[in-house]
């Protein structure tokens, strides 16, 4: 039966060991500085929603933002206008040390965009030619709305997984769905931060992608999909050439 797919069904966070966790949020973090995907003074959200964007627990952020000031990619500002900030001038050294990081996710990226592809095309055809209800195209539009809402990044990483896989769910198999469900889950944990600008670019697809399921427009919703993981290729660029 259709429904709003569970954060349970979701599987976001994959149990680790405290320092593999920890080591993987100070190098994504940096990565992310290093491409200026975080800008030089802007500003981090909260631990608590940077420990739920990352699928870690707010102690692990906790000592990855510290060690990331150790290092100075970050600081530290107190006051009522402080909080957690990118530094102006990052040592570039440094940075240089996680180019390891940024390559050894180079294949793993590459064959799981594959196979969400291929699994979420399917789907999605499945989706539009069912012609869902009105109730259920409302539902879809909430969630876009929401993403185009969010304050910030870690909001708008909450609310994308779920989106793709309630559209799974709306006529796909079990089964398929919970393989999607597992892609999301993995991508998620390469997932590096990303202006909240761009991603608002990003749910113009997400919009379009709705409004092509609600014409029952199985061949213009999959072709969005395609535009859309095109887009999320590139999110990924920096890896480099496609691994084989």
Known sequence: MWGVVSVERLHLVTPRTRRGALEDVVARVAVAVDLRLLAPGERLPDESELARAFGVAPITMRRALR???????????????????????????TLAGYE?????VSREVWHLLDYRQVLETGLLHLASAAV?????????HEMVDAMDEA???PRFRALDPRFHLTIASIAGPERAVDELADVLRRLGQLYFPHPIDYLRVVNVEHRAMVEAIARGDAVAATGVLTDHLATVRQTFSWV?????
């Not at 990331?68 to 050294?93: A, E, Y």
């Not at 869902?132 to 879809?140: F, G």
Request: hydrophobic residues 35%.
């Open 100 to 104: 390891a990081s940024r390559s050894e």
């Open 67 to 93: 060690e990331l000031c150790v290092q100075g990619i970050l600081i530290r500002r107190r006051g009522r206008l402080g909080g957690t900030f990118v530094s102006s001038t990052p040592p570039l050294n």
């Open 151 to 153: 304050p910030d990044w």
């Open 132 to 140: 869902p209800s009105a109730d259920v195209i409302a539902t879809l």
């Open 240 to 244: 480099g050439d496609r691994a084989t």
